[in-house]
């Protein structure tokens, strides 16, 4: 553990210390985000906070390559925490390309297929499914497409997410804490020989989650500094990354018996992005064929409209998805019952302050 926490900390603290550079960078260079009618926010803003956030993981890398846990990762035959790092560097700087110029969405959509290929290949990928009390191995070019599909979609789910100050990072932040709470605890129950296999997806989780936290005193509101398609696409490459790592190294032959330890790690993202993923969803139906065009109709700006102030409309985003990330949770921990009566219960509580905290303050105004 205390090598975790170490480089979560190395991750946080380098990301906290390289923003402010890279926030010059950004108002020197001209990769602001203006004002424009379906922005929140009232004056331009540098981006490019996703390469202070690749610097702190690259750091994290560095320093685990040096512990004696964790080593192996970068010098041993598992080649997937390099690969991540290589497929890492590439979207950022694909990302911050566009932070720049403003790529056309199918040059960007080719950035993030060549970054998925690059941790495919390099190791970072699906081995097995479940299929009810069997294990299905698919032939491996069915298993790379289907790691390309869950990064495509968590990159654009994150880059959707990132519309209010601080809701993307602290999306990811708590995705990465409780997915590593998860990849600790599981390979802990395994004997040592086989537990280490996830040592790359728990490293792969606590960076992330460290590089959020680092971020988020510059970019929770009122921002500082935008994390732009440089840090809204790496966040989903990371996440994605510790995901397909983990069920990519659970043994075929325990995959069946072991379908929680397979089927958790891919729920809790999903489970956590649940709200950025129907905005996507929302959003394809209601741009019709041209759905990457922007607007102001996110769920998050809805939240604003019903009268929620900016940073509580987040508060309660992130409410939302720890609760969800919780639930999840439950269903490992205890019986069934208890689990769903737990998540319907913690959805409730965030559905009644969703909606009932914008009455009361007008109710409390007059």
């Known amino acids: 553990m205390r090598e975790y926490l170490l480089v979560a900390v190395i991750a946080a603290v380098v990301t906290y210390v390289t923003t402010p550079a890279i926030r010059w960078l950004g108002m020197r260079f001209g990769a602001v985000t203006p004002v424009r009618q379906r922005d929140v926010h009232s004056v331009p803003i540098p981006r490019l906070g996703g390469v202070a956030m690749l610097l702190g993981f690259a ?26 790092l290589l497929g ?31 941790i495919a ?7 097995a499914l479940p299929t009810g009390d069997a294990t299905t191995i698919l032939p491996q ?9 869950i990064v495509l979609g968590m990159t654009n789910a994150v ?43 728990a490293f792969l989780a606590a960076a992330t989650a460290g590089c959020c936290l680092g ?46 330890a397979f089927w958790v790690p891919v729920a809790l993202p999903v489970a956590i992005l649940a709200l950025p993923v129907l905005d996507v969803i929302l959003a394809v139906k209601r741009r019709g064929p041209k759905f990457w065009k922007p607007d102001r109709s996110h769920l998050h700006h809805k939240m604003l409209d019903i009268g929620h102030s900016h940073r509580r409309a987040v508060l309660l985003l992130y409410l939302w998805s720890a609760s969800l ?14 689990a769903v009566s737990a998540l319907v219960a913690l959805i409730a509580i965030s559905a009644l302050l969703t909606l009932w905290l914008p009455r009361w303050r007008r109710a409390g105004s007059l």
């Open 159 to 201: 880059n959707f997410a990132d519309g209010l100050d601080g809701l993307a990072a602290g999306f990811v932040a708590i995705a990465a804490v409780a997915f590593f709470a998860w990849a600790y605890q599981v390979a802990h129950l395994f004997p040592d020989s086989s537990g280490r296999v996830f040592t790359a997806s």
């Open 121 to 127: 290949f390099g190791g970072v990928q699906l081995a």
């Open 325 to 338: 990330a919780l639930g999840v949770l439950m269903f490992s921990y205890v019986k069934t019952g208890w």
């Open 141 to 149: 070019p069915i298993l790379i497409v289907l790691t390309f599909v």
């Open 59 to 84: 750091a994290a890398v560095l320093v685990a390559s040096k512990l004696p846990y964790l080593k192996g990762l970068t010098n041993g035959a598992n080649h997937q925490v390099v690969a991540t």
């Open 215 to 260: 971020f988020l005193p510059h970019n929770f509101y009122p921002a500082r500094l935008f994390m732009g398609d440089a840090g809204a696409l790496l966040l989903g490459l990371l996440l994605s990354a510790s995901t397909i790592s983990f069920t990519g190294n659970l043994p075929p032959n325990q995959v069946a018996q072991a379908s929680a």
């Open 88 to 118: 890492a560097a590439f979207i950022t700087v694909v990302g911050a390309i566009d932070d720049f110029r403003e790529l056309d969405p199918v040059t960007k959509f080719a950035g993030q297929l060549i970054a998925a290929g690059i």
